[in-house]
């Protein structure tokens, strides 16, 4: 291998153990939360349908039959397996579940990143050049309202508008894209602007502050000074500095959306991990909990090395970090 690759390849390991060991603490700590709920979790979840022997079939199913060490320890090496139990409200693995919404929290996750980076790249840049001026000014107002608007109540006033009063859009559900791209483009487009929206607000001000830095730098004046047009000082020099920073919060925005939206999957009827994380909740169905906690933690520590990969091949020096 050579010497550029090594430093490289050593740099993703080390990524991929930290992943590895704070991904056990995550199953370690849920494993615990739901030890110490108030009450017998077989019992609330068995409701009206209680009997001696269904309670003592799913108490069985679950492994709350044996002692909590030992269930902490079938239940860590179930996990690496796949097995992430039974869920306590319809009796379907857990790990089934999760993967027939995964599709659903992805599209949507997609196409709201999508919005936002539409969003905060031009709005951000533009602010950062204009500094001071009247379009920065007017860009950071607008940002902070987009910020202090709640995402629920952007959604339920998109769907009063252009799914009650005009008619265009359905006002709730999803299609997947193999029922063909206008259903699910007609499906998408009011929830992934909704929280497009609101996390474009908030890219755009790390948009702008990464292109302020940038262009206050060192070896863009030097660039400027050399003759370059604004174009390519802004392409090559700003935008490929900034570009750092912009990918932090892309992919820790992505990583939060990923993880499920939940009050707006629940007000669009969106059949994806925060809904279901709500429902679990509501119907105290802590296996399907305990696995939606487990998979949105994966998909954290996923991104985030995606994320630490693109740092390494963009700046080179953090290899050596």
Not at 105 to 116: E, M, N
Not at 146 to 175: E, Q
Not at 229 to 241: A, D, E, F, Q, T
Request: aromatic content about 8%; charged content about 10%.
């Amino acid at each position: 291998m050579n010497g550029c690759g090594w430093p490289l390849a050593r740099f993703v390991l080390k990524r991929l153990l930290y992943s590895a060991v704070v991904l056990l603490g995550v199953i370690v700590v849920v494993f615990l939360l739901i030890q110490v709920v108030p009450g017998d979790p077989v019992r609330i979840a068995l409701g009206t349908r209680y009997t001696p022997e269904a309670y003592a079939s799913l108490r069985h199913a679950s492994g709350l039959d044996q002692p909590p060490l030992t269930q902490l320890f079938h239940y860590i090496g179930n996990v690496f397996t796949g097995d992430l139990g039974v869920s306590f409200r319809n009796g379907e693995p857990v790990t089934t579940t999760l993967l027939e919404r995964l599709p659903a929290t992805i599209a949507l996750a997609i196409a709201a990143i999508v919005v936002a980076l539409v969003i905060s790249i031009p709005l951000g840049t533009w602010a950062a050049m204009r500094e001071g001026r009247m379009a920065d000014n007017s860009i950071r107002v607008l940002s902070q309202f987009g910020l202090s608007v709640p995402d629920f109540w952007m959604g339920i006033l998109l769907i009063a508008v252009f799914s009650t009063a005009l008619g265009w859009l359905p006002s709730a559900g999803y299609r997947p894209l193999s029922a063909g791209p206008v259903p699910w483009l007609e499906h998408i487009v009011l929830p992934a602007i909704t929280i497009g929206a609101v996390t474009g607000a908030i890219m755009t001000r790390y948009v702008r502050t990464a292109v302020l830095e940038a262009a206050n730098a060192p070896f863009v004046t030097t660039a400027r000074s050399k003759g370059l047009s604004r174009r390519r000082v802004l392409v090559s020099h700003i935008g490929r500095n900034a570009l750092v920073p912009v990918l932090t919060i892309s992919g820790i925005q992505l990583a939060a959306l990923l993880g499920g939206v939940i009050v707006v999957e629940v007000v669009f009827a969106w059949p994806g991990l925060g809904k279901l994380v709500y429902d679990s909740v509501a119907a105290r169905d802590y296996p399907m909990l305990q696995g939606a906690i487990l998979l949105i933690a994966a998909i954290f520590l996923i991104v985030n090395l995606v994320v630490d990969v693109l740092y390494a091949l963009i700046d080179p020096r953090i290899r050596l970090s």
